[in-house]
């Protein structure tokens, strides 16, 4: 089975190449934008028809939360328009599309955990676009998955974990807001359930959502503290408020998810944030 991944040099395609050896089964064509510009539909329509994958698993995203608030074009063109060239040619030959989808859609005024089919309302550009992709996917996709995700980190790229690893080791302390709660995700945990789903063949037509993020729940001052336990750096961790540490982009104060769907569906067991992170960190201690 062929699979074609975008966005490769990032998070989750890194880590997907990391795993591939353990999958034999699968035949991967990794491409990133010097490869494959996804916002060109004739440039993906030629990929398809020449490696024709079995399926695509689309890790390509514009991240950058704050930045799309004025860059807000780019941010749609990448997380929309894309996805929209994707959806439309994996259903003209018939290829599955796996779309990488983000808790931001949600504007996080919920009290419980975030159910697939709970009503979206995204509050920033950045969720706006990535919310816009979805929609491009159920719009033009005949047969795809949307798996929503969050907090995602690895030992690839730049994100949260190594961030308050490299201030951690530079300074005395650090203020992490302590009122935004959700759910870190390991990108190779998300990667690793990529790659089991595949082996589940063959889908149904139509397209579905799947909520995936590590077990458990907690906020970033305590992922903090978590990253700087585990890494073993002495650094003091400050719990401040959202309203002390003001940024561009509104972020959801509360994004935790129900993934019973996809445990139940795919038999997805899970690990526990905390386990995750300390194999993440663990392994970037080695590099």
């Known amino acids: 089975m062929k699979i074609l991944v975008t966005g490769s040099n990032g998070q989750l395609g890194n880590e997907l190449k990391v795993l591939a050896e353990a999958y034999p089964c ?16 004739i440039e993906v329509e030629l990929m398809v028809k020449t490696e024709k994958p079995a399926a695509i698993i689309n890790c390509a995203a514009y991240t950058a939360v704050d930045k799309a608030e004025k860059e807000d074009n780019l941010a749609f063109l990448i997380n929309a328009t894309a996805v929209g060239n994707l959806a439309r040619v994996s259903s003209m030959h018939g290829v599955l599309l796996i779309h990488i989808s983000t808790d931001y859609v949600f504007d996080g005024k919920g009290f419980r955990p975030y159910q697939e089919d709970d009503p979206t309302n995204p509050v920033s550009l950045y969720a706006k676009s990535k919310h816009a992709g979805e929609q491009q996917v159920q719009s033009y996709a005949d047969k795809a998955l949307i798996i929503r995700t969050s907090w995602l980190y690895s030992e690839f790229g730049t994100n949260f974990v190594k961030t308050i ?109 905390r386990d995750s992170l300390k194999e993440c960190i663990d392994r970037i201690v080695q590099i």
Request: charged share 25%.
């Open 26 to 41: 699968f035949n991967f064509v990794f491409t990133d934008v010097a490869e494959l510009d996804i916002t060109s539909e």
């Open 165 to 273: 690893m490299k201030y951690g080791k530079e300074r005395g302390q650090l203020n992490v807001v302590f009122d935004q709660i959700g759910t870190p995700t390991y990108a190779r945990d998300l990667a690793k359930t990529i790659l089991d789903i595949l082996k589940i063949q063959p889908f149904a037509e139509g397209v579905e959502i799947y909520n995936y993020s590590n077990e458990g729940v907690t906020s970033w001052y305590d992922f903090a503290k978590a990253i700087i336990e585990f890494s073993g750096i002495d650094c003091i961790i400050n719990p401040i408020e959202t309203k002390d540490y003001p940024l561009p982009a509104v972020r959801p104060c509360y994004s935790v998810f129900n993934k019973s769907k996809i445990k139940h569906r795919f038999q997805v067991k899970i690990p526990f944030w």
